[in-house]
């Protein structure tokens, strides 16, 4: 009987220091509980298979958080932007200041807490705002510097050649926007006004510049429905286009290659689009190659060729499809 009391006694024994060897350590409270952010420092906490993994996903997380500060900015501003008329604007913002809360980036970032379970990485990690703020602000000064030379150069060319430096900042001014409420988000105490006027006089001066570009279309006989598609697609643009006094004009050469093919009629079309200024200085060329093909005659192939082409001069735009 003491045996048999001996044997229970040791097996409990095992068991219960089974139980506490096979228990599982906790994750400490601050990964659950981070610190706030404050006016000098933004906090993250992240997890991962390694310690890289872990620290992306803990900027990810300080990156989210300023997202949501963006965010609200944003919306307080929202209906100053729609006021203007600029809904397209509006949207492409929106859009890019999601984007642009992605792309946050952080050269220096300390490590506060660390902590590894079962070859799993926690850590939370902090960034100084002004050192982040001092990254960004550098990032958009440089670009503005670039668009400021690129524009203050063009004044001595071509309205064309104005139109296209001003058509290039307008191309990027969301992402400029985005990048100027990044900063605030970053720190809002700062005046960000000069960047804004800056956006603002640039935005204004390309609407007057493409309101009042001219542009002339020639084309051969066989190139016409090319030409139409073009017109349509530049005046959809709001570009004028004229016989006459013309700021530009876009040329295009026509021939194309013809073959039946397994029951088919076949077209390849070969279209070069070149743009000069008023001096007849070229701009920019460009070769395009579209094929149609049809059953019934070739007529509707060459129909299929243009429609192909106005296709892709809607989606990309001629400008930014001509490289500029």
Avoid at 184 to 199: F, G, H, K, P, Q
């Amino acid at each position: 009987m003491k045996m048999k009391q001996t044997f229970l006694t040791l097996l409990l024994t095992l068991l219960i220091s089974g139980c506490i060897g096979t228990t599982k350590p906790k994750i400490e409270s601050w990964y659950y509980t981070p610190p706030r952010d404050t006016a000098t420092t933004l906090y993250g906490v992240g997890d991962g298979a390694s310690f890289k993994s872990a620290k992306v996903d803990a900027l990810a997380s300080i990156s989210s958080n300023l997202s949501v500060t963006l965010q609200s900015n944003y919306e307080k501003s929202d209906q100053a932007v729609r006021s203007d008329g600029s809904e397209r604007t509006l949207q492409e913002i929106r859009h890019t200041i999601k984007t642009q809360a992605k792309k946050i980036s952080f050269s220096k970032v300390d490590i506060i807490k660390e902590q590894v379970i079962e070859k799993r990485v926690y850590l939370l990690v902090s960034v100084n705002r002004a050192r982040l703020y001092a990254e960004h602000q550098r990032k958009l000064d440089a670009q503005m510097q670039k668009i400021e030379r690129d524009i203050t150069a063009s004044q001595s060319l071509s309205s064309l050649e104005r139109f296209i430096a001003l058509k290039q900042f307008h191309d990027t001014s969301s992402t400029l926007i985005a990048t100027v409420a990044v900063l605030r988000a970053i720190n809002s105490r700062r005046d960000l006004s000069n960047y804004e006027n800056t956006i603002a006089k640039y935005e204004k001066a390309y609407l007057k510049s493409k309101s009042s570009l001219k542009l002339h279309v020639k084309s051969s006989r066989e190139s016409q429905m090319f030409k139409l598609a073009l017109q349509k697609s530049l005046m959809n643009m709001g570009v004028k286009l004229v016989q006459d006094g013309a700021d530009g004009v876009v040329e295009l050469k026509f021939n194309s290659k013809k073959e039946r093919l397994m029951g088919y009629n076949i077209e390849k079309c070969f279209l070069h689009v070149k743009l000069s200024n008023s001096q007849k200085s070229i701009i920019a060329s460009k070769d395009y190659v579209v094929v149609g093909k049809s059953k019934i005659d070739f007529s509707q192939s060459h129909h299929n060729c243009v429609t192909k082409f106005s296709t892709r001069i809607d989606n990309e735009g001629l400008f930014e499809s001509l490289g500029i």
